[in-house]
């Protein structure tokens, strides 16, 4: 029953945006969402919602979780750095499709969370942070990073922290429009922005606010 309302999501909600690459659609076919939906909400695992959870904070919907994994197209070899754990959902997928992966988490319940989900899936080669990663400083770059809230004003700190040929997927601006973009550092001094789509998440908290002009 659950594995048949996971394809429907898959099919019906996740491919119908857009999301083509036979690689993702099985990995979101791997990793069921239901196990990182609290239990209040377990109804809404398969539809294409953001779902409440502790803190003010929601899960991705499945369509975006989808167009993340498209973008940074992981080959299984990457490092992976993704901001902002959550219940874990985007942290199992990530790691599924790619190789170890660093979360880190600024609210402790959710990074509890996210480590128990994980573990009773037993996933290995993942490490949950509890801090905040506008303030952390890796010891090394990264292949590919996930920045799974909003940045109202972008600032390069993710992107330096991108391996040469790294991939760094973030949603950028305010509602109610904000931009999903997918950066690659193509040299030690030097990036393209592709445009992605237009979408509203949840901002990154302690994430650099617009000035507020006041009269």
């Known amino acids: 029953m659950q594995a048949d309302a996971r394809e429907q999501m898959i099919e019906h909600q996740v491919r119908a945006w857009d999301v083509l690459n036979e690689r993702v659609l099985d990995t979101l076919r791997k990793v069921a969402r239901e196990p990182f939906v609290p239990p209040r909400y377990r109804f809404l695992a398969h539809a294409d919602l953001e779902v409440p959870l502790p803190g ?24 992976v750095f993704e901001v902002g754990a959550g219940s874990g959902f985007v942290t199992a997928c990530l790691r599924a499709a790619g190789a170890a992966v660093l979360s880190i988490e600024i609210l402790p319940e959710l990074a509890d969370m996210a480590r128990r989900n994980l573990a009773t899936l037993g996933m290995r080669d993942i490490e949950i942070l509890t801090g905040d990663a506008m303030q952390y ?41 904000m931009e999903a973009r997918l950066i690659r550092r193509v040299s030690e001094d030097a990036w393209t922005t592709e445009s992605l789509f237009e979408t509203v998440i949840d901002p990154l908290i302690d994430a650099t606010r617009p000035v507020q002009f006041t009269f």
Do not use: C, D, K, W
């Open 137 to 177: 400083e890796p010891q090394a770059r990264f292949g590919a990073i996930a920045v799974t809230a909003s940045l109202p004003v972008y600032e390069p700190r993710f992107q330096n922290q991108l391996a040469v040929g790294g991939r760094l997927f973030v949603v950028v601006g305010e509602a109610p429009v």
């Open 56 to 79: 003010g904070q929601h899960m991705l919907r499945p369509s975006i979780v989808g167009r993340l994994l498209q973008a940074l197209r992981l080959g299984g070899t990457e490092r």
